[in-house]
């Protein structure tokens, strides 16, 4: 028996040699040098493209301390994971350059050795160096981005609904939909909840999201150091409408901002104009009040929007439209084929009632 394991193990090896002797010098001549330069460069090119602008909600433009953090931490680990990649892949491509061919008195198995212990413990211990690099920053960072806000912030309340988002400022007794104002160089404060399931908030440019939970409340604080209008959305699966629940947040100047949280505590004026007027009674005694809420008037409905300054929104529908009379037009004959998965009902308007009420919600300035 030990007679004919031998003669197996040396059977085995000597197979082993001729088939690694028969396939070894391919190993270079199927490798073709035009094939490698296209494919860097179609590498290369790919990586380019993928760069191009614009990007509205593009990470790494950070316009936040919190966003700031993030993206350095982010750099940090791709600047090292490059020096990695570029490590490896050129040993690999000098190995395969420098041994891949070889005279026919070279060919066969290389000579075996019991290794290079130096070699050894280096790749242990720089592993080991390169990811307390990133571990050490990683850490310091969740535990700075997850610190209690300054005394000082802004605070807001944000409630996510299938699917549109419900802005409050309870130390300002405003309350908004779907679109944020702050202040230019002031920590905010979010406290983050959801009405029925999981919804994530996002604002790319301002840091990292942030679940809303039901019966739960997280937090997110930032400080916004560039002002302008910034996109955000909903970045975690909540049902059929899921990509259209989207937000605005709008950076702007103290005074400024001011003066927007005094525009947005006054009650709804009666319009003027005829036709907005009789789309204010049809408001008024139809469906509209048991879902939304119009400051100064009888609606008082939490299921929807507040709308008592819609006229000012920029957007409509959860942000996926600008708040224009045709848009709004149409969101009123039809809001499930304006936005599909939405939750606001088709009431089979006439023509006339819905130029009536789009008269009338373009007027709550």
Known sequence: MRDAAHLLAVCDHRMVIELYAAVE???????????????????????????????????????????????????????????????????????????????????????????????????????????AAIAVPTVRTIFATAAAAPADSLRLRVVGH?????????????VTANEIVIPLGQTVNVDLESADVIHSFWVPKMGGKRDAIPNH??????????????????????????AN?????????????QTWVRAQRQPATTPADPLAARGAELFARGACVGCHTVDGTNAKGKAGPNLTHFGNRATLA????????????????????????????????????VQALAAYLQSLK
């Open 25 to 131: 010098p391919l190993t270079m001549s199927r490798v073709s040098r035009r094939g490698l330069a296209a494919g860097l460069f179609l590498a290369v090119s790919l990586t380019l493209l993928s760069c191009a602008s614009p990007h509205p909600q593009t990470v790494f433009d950070a316009r936040s301390d919190f966003a700031g953090q993030i993206q350095n931490l982010f750099v940090l680990i791709i600047v090292l994971a490059t020096i990695v990649f570029v490590v490896v892949e050129g040993l690999l491509i000098f190995a395969v350059v420098r041994f891949g061919r070889r005279r026919p008195e070279e060919r066969g198995l290389p000579a075996q050795v019991h290794g290079n212990t130096r070699l050894e413990i280096a790749w242990t211990i720089v592993p080991v160096l390169i990811l």
């Open 162 to 174: 299938q699917w549109w988002w419900e802005i409050q400022y309870p130390e300002l007794g405003v």
């Open 217 to 242: 409340v997280n937090s997110l604080w930032f400080k916004p150091d560039t002002p302008g209008e910034y996109l955000g959305q909903c970045a975690e699966f909540c049902g059929t409408a899921h």
């Open 245 to 257: 629940m989207r937000l605005r947040l709008f950076v702007v100047a103290t005074d400024e901002f």
């Open 318 to 353: 959860a942000g996926i439209a600008p708040n224009t009379r045709e848009n709004l037009e149409r969101w009123l004959a039809d809001p499930p084929a304006f936005k599909p998965g939405s939750l606001m009902p088709n009431l089979r308007l006439s023509q006339d009632d």
